[in-house]
């Protein structure tokens, strides 16, 4: 009887963990990660090739501009700062690259709040979900975006072979599958552990 009680015990609090407790935790963790990134998204004013091109041609302009001021950026908070502290410099630097290549759209720059399916960048799976993001809006903004991870500063790794460099179209990824616990096992160990006391 005694082992009984003891093996129901442990059964409600395994299965109260598996429904309640995990779920929850994981969800806290995910949470946490979206809070410790900020996005950087160009999107173009349409999908035709001379303004995918001339969204690529802006990236790369603002990046070279970009990279030292965040050099030593080493929080969140300090990123924000310095993207702040650039926004004026970010629109001029969008609005020459685009008088250069002969065209005249309206530049919008925004630092807020973006919902955004799930991504991927490199080996990295971004779940769905608002994240923090820098937004530049070219145009009519009806074009698909070029992204990256401005902190942690992945898109000044290096501009060069930069992994969002190989990113022109947004891969939007099934969900990877979470493991399973295995629960049953744990259950059948702690019995067999208990017949042999």
Known sequence: MKYKKIILVLSLFIISFSYIIYPYMENKA??????????????????????????????????????????????????????????????????????????????????????FPTRKYGNLVLPAGEYETLLITLGEGKGQNWWCVMFPPLCFVDIEHSVAYNLEKEVETEKEEEPKLKLKWKVADIVKNIKKK
């Open 30 to 115: 995910k949470e946490g990660f979206k809070n410790e990134l900020i996005r950087f998204h160009i999107r173009a004013n349409s999908d035709m090739e001379e303004d995918q091109a001339l969204k690529l041609k802006i990236r790369d302009e603002i990046l070279k501009e970009m990279k030292m001021k965040f050099k030593d950026t080493e929080t969140i908070d300090e990123s924000r700062e310095v993207i702040e502290a650039n926004m004026m410099d970010m629109k001029s630097i969008t609005e020459n690259v685009i008088k250069r290549e002969g065209k005249d759209y309206e530049v919008n720059i925004s630092l807020g709040q973006d919902n």
